[in-house]
């Protein structure tokens, strides 16, 4: 996630400083070749997250439910529902991608066709890249999080029971 987050902020500096204040590319040629490349760049990053991000999105889920409420932000139920319907839009993708790979393979219409592909991958790649952090942040709350099996604060003080009213009376 590191990596897509580097791509994400090298192009929004590539971005500001080749558009106008409108956010037009000054050449729309070189721009467009640009964000193909951040495409094509931040899936290759995914890919080694993608055989697990599924795994890593149920660790997440089962630690959150367990955390206790004031350890909890807010915001993870819904980021977890974005990682979720991310990567179901990113597996529908591959899977379309590889029904056409070896159909075009070698055919002058591959290189625009899996351009295609990375452009339609990217807003899902940015999703992960933007909100996977709450992944890292759940597992650190859960690693940090009083165990429920830990022993709580004992009631006895350490130095024995408080001395009572009639311990300390003399006998008469």
């Not at 971005?15 to 409108?22: A, P």
């Not at 899936?43 to 660790?59: D, I, K, Q, V, Y």
Request: cysteine-free; hydrophobic content about 40%; overall charge negative.
């Amino acid at each position: 996630m590191s990596d897509s987050k580097k791509i994400l902020d090298a192009w929004d500096v590539y971005s500001d400083e080749h558009t106008d204040i409108d956010g037009w590319p000054y050449d729309d040629h070189a721009y467009g070749l640009r964000a193909s490349q951040r495409d094509a760049d931040t899936l290759a990053a995914f890919e080694p997250l993608r055989a697990g991000a599924r795994h890593l999105l149920a660790t997440a889920e089962a630690q959150l439910v367990r955390l206790p409420t004031n350890t909890v932000q807010s915001r993870w139920v819904y980021q977890l529902g974005v990682l979720r319907s991310a990567l179901d839009q990113l597996d529908e993708l591959h899977a379309q991608w590889l029904e056409i790979h070896d159909v075009l393979r070698g055919t002058p219409d591959f290189d625009g066709a899996l351009a295609d592909h990375h452009a339609e991958s990217w807003s899902y790649l940015e999703t992960w890249a933007t909100h996977g952090v709450a992944l890292r942040e759940i597992n650190t709350a859960a690693r940090t999080a009083p165990s429920s099996l830990a022993p709580g604060p004992t009631t006895t003080p350490a130095h024995g029971p408080a001395p009572t009213a009639r311990a300390g009376r003399a006998r008469g």
